[in-house]
């Protein structure tokens, strides 16, 4: 970039709002060649010392005191100017600090501290030089050795030499220091898995029509170089890797890069293989179980272009490539693109800034979108639909059953198992055929729920269910409206209204019961907790060691059992009552994917879906595999209250040891907001304070504010300055805050 003034503009590395501008510093003679934007620096600030971000070059507004850059800390610019914007944007929708989006956007590579560098051992005299040198070492006969070894095998390090020669290496040392030996360093970056060499190109098969007409589209787009978003909406098992696969090598015709972004679990060896198999050593793998070194192996290889192909979970979607063709994000809807904890970024969201940024198509892809990206490829919507309609295998999608637990129960079946899903995974047992049986996560929060009619106890103003605590009354996590638990259904009048839910185990112990014979095994986060045991217990399932498999959420997804004709879920409505305006939705999209993992291999499979709200359209749409029917049930209920994709959310977690503390703070950072909003009308509504609905983790209680808006930069300018009013008239203020935009869950 042109520098376009005699003074540095460096982002310090702060994390205070009030830090986050650029400050000025002068650059001394010897680092003017290393001073550019993109570097990162070393600068005086208040008396300490900083790291700092160039991001510019320029003259200070008025009269300041100029200090001077004191050092450069990597030898190369660590961001791109498109990278760098894309931190200003983050700052802007994220609510963070500058300083603090750059770290996220670089810390996989700034976690490694220098690099590792092989030193190898070369002689620097000629070959008759040497002879006569060495004829010369009669009284250091080791010395003689080592150069003797050093000519038979040059580029041997230290150690390996000194070894070789049967030496110490202060030998070695004393022949560098007379310099005899010269050392060359060598980088080496490290590399996760097998080497790409091992592995053969693959012939690929023909795509169908529905494939070739998807890439067409999608080559078209990368062709032209300019910004473009396509929803790949594909049934399960349509073929939609390998239009990513093809659309990633259109990309490299065009000489640019491409990354696929894939839920952490679904990046299975098999997936890198796959990847490995059609771009060889092209292709570098980012996720976050590799090492800190071989994470920064490759994303040297992506900066410096090596890797042009790069396959990763979340955090990838920060990976350097110069110049990004395509952006690939597979199973969009995935809630676990969402980051937690701390700057909660959307990986989705982030790579259709990149996209935007660097003139790059996006391709979405899934088989059950989420209600954004549908609504934005809808007619007129900024988004491109493309469709897969058939499985490659020509294999229908299996056939879902509903079973009416209301019904079980008014004819005196009280158990987890209904008597159809009895009789099926007996059937299953003597056809030596496998069943998996499904728990959808534990409710982390207890909803009340008539067992006669199924009427489940929903807050009149969010349309959440409400949860029920344990002073007996039922309460909203929005807006903390509260009623009594009354002892008969206002629906049907029954006394049969409770709380729900049966955890794994005691699945596991029921069909110990009903099954005597079986060979069972259990999936979930306790059994699963030593490292190791997932993929144990996986592999004892594929090779059919087992005849029942129970789990929660990890077995809905990704995993491929041939053997399995029949998918049992035991419960749906644990996610279709969570107290999130997201649990129908949630709620299609598991369904429809574990019903995907019956009849994979070649015997034809069934589902078994078990419900006390059998006519909830999440729960009719799942069983007719039709995406269309539950968003055009789902997009009224959104419109009405002006949930996303009509509206924008923003959660305001407070949290602190004391609860009275926590519940004062929260009102009153409702009170500094609500002064923010002039009129009566009020363009942002403010919802609670009202507890979480996890209310206490780690001796923390946690309340919250949820604001909804229309206008997502509004939403955004009123909790900005809130936050600052409060930063700045409440210094005694003790509660953290933690700011969620368009949140993924709030728990
Ligand atoms: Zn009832
Ligand atoms: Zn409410």
């Not at 070894?163 to 070695?172: G, R």
């Not at 344990?470 to 209204?497: A, K, M, W």
Request: net charge positive.
């Amino acid at each position: 970039m042109k520098k376009t003034g005699p003074y540095a503009e460096v982002i310090v590395d702060l994390n205070a709002r009030r830090t986050d501008r650029v400050f000025h510093y002068a650059v001394p003679p010897e680092l003017w060649d290393k001073v550019d934007v993109g570097a990162r620096v070393l600068v005086p600030f208040g008396g300490r010392r900083l790291a700092g971000y160039v991001v510019g070059f320029g003259y200070p507004g008025g009269a300041v005191n100029i200090k001077e850059i004191a050092g450069v800390l990597d030898a190369w610019q660590v961001f791109t100017p498109e990278l760098l914007a894309l931190a200003r944007w983050m700052a802007e929708s994220y609510l963070c600090s500058t300083a603090e989006a750059l770290q996220r956007i670089l810390s996989p590579r700034l976690q490694v501290k220098g690099t590792r560098v092989v030193k190898h051992l070369r002689t620097t005299l000629s070959e008759a030089e040497l002879e006569i040198f060495i004829s010369s070492l009669d009284r250091a006969p080791k010395q003689a050795a080592v150069l003797r070894t050093a000519v038979k095998c040059p580029g041997l390090t230290r150690k390996e030499l000194a070894d070789a020669a049967e030496v110490s290496p202060s030998v070695v040392d004393s022949l560098v220091e007379k310099g005899i030996l010269a050392v060359s360093a060598e980088e080496v970056l490290c590399r996760p898995g097998r080497p790409a060499g091992s592995f053969a190109k693959i012939e690929t098969l023909d795509l169908n029509a529905g494939q070739k007409d998807a890439l067409e589209k999608v080559a078209g787009a990368i062709r032209q170089r300019s910004f473009g978003v396509f929803l790949l909406h594909g049934v399960t098992g349509s073929g939609k890797t390998e239009v990513y696969l093809r659309a990633i090598a259109a990309v490299l015709e065009t000489s640019r890069q491409a990354l696929a972004l894939v839920p952490e679990i679904s990046l299975t060896p098999q997936m890198v293989d796959l990847f490995r198999e059609r771009f060889g050593g092209q292709v570098a793998v980012l996720h976050s179980a590799l090492s800190g070194m071989e994470r920064y192996g490759e994303w040297r290889r992506v900066k410096e272009g090596a890797a042009p192909v790069v396959l990763g979970t979340r955090s990838a979607v920060f990976a350097p490539m110069p110049s990004p063709g395509l952006f690939v994000i597979d199973e969009e809807h995935e809630s676990s693109y969402k980051q937690d904890g701390h700057l909660r970024y959307h990986a989705r969201e982030i790579a259709l800034k990149r996209a935007q940024l660097a003139g790059a198509v996006v391709l979405l892809g899934s088989a059950t979108p989420s209600l954004e990206s549908q609504f934005r490829a809808s007619a007129g919507g900024p988004y491109q639909l493309v469709t897969l309609n058939e499985r490659i295998d020509g294999r229908s999608l299996p056939p879902v059953r509903v079973v009416d637990m209301r019904r079980e129960q008014k004819e005196g079946h009280r158990g987890i198992f209904s008597r159809v899903l009895i009789a099926a995974v007996s059937r299953r047992l003597e056809e030596r055929e496998q069943t998996l049986l499904f728990l959808n996560r534990r409710g982390f929060a207890s909803f009340v729920i008539c067992r006669e009619c199924g009427m489940v106890f929903k807050c009149p103003r969010c349309d959440i269910s409400l949860t029920y605590h344990q002073d007996g009354r039922l309460r909203c996590h929005y807006c903390n409206y509260t009623v009594g638990l009354p002892d008969r259904c206002p629906g049907c009048g029954s006394y049969h209204i409770g709380q729900f839910g049966a955890g794994t185990q005691k699945v596991e112990e029921e069909a110990r019961r009903f099954f005597p014979g079986a060979r069972i095994l259990r999936m979930d986060s306790d059994s699963t907790a030593r490292k190791g045991s997932h993929a144990q217990i996986v592999n004892a399932f594929r090779d059919r060691r087992a005849d029942i498999l129970i789990g929660t959420q990890m077995i809905a997804k990704g995993l491929d059992f041939p053997g399995v004709t029949l998918v049992g879920v035991i419960n749906a409505d644990t996610t279709l009552h969570m107290p999130d305006f997201r649990a129908a939705e949630r709620t299609f999209q598991l369904l429809t994917q574990v019903a995907g993992r019956s009849g994979r291999g070649s015997l034809p499979g069934e589902a078994l879906i078990q419900t006390y709200c059998p006519e909830h359209y999440s729960i009719t749409a799942a069983a007719a595999h039709d995406c269309n029917k539950f968003y055009q049930n789902e997009m009224p209920v959104r419109r009405s209250l002006g949930y996303p994709p009509f509206g924008h959310l923003a959660r305001l977690l407070l949290t602190h040891e004391d609860e009275e503390t926590v519940k004062k703070g929260a009102a009153l950072v409702k009170e500094l907001l609500n002064n923010l909003l002039p009129g009566e009308k009020k363009s942002v509504s403010i919802l609670g304070p009202a507890p979480a609905p996890l209310g206490k983790i780690k001796d923390r209680f946690r309340w919250q504010l949820v604001l909804k808006a229309y206008n997502r930069n509004l939403l955004r300018d009123i909790i900005k300055e809130g936050l600052s009013v409060l930063e700045k008239n409440h210094s005694s203020f003790k509660p953290a805050i933690n700011v969620d935009i368009n949140p993924q869950g709030m728990l």
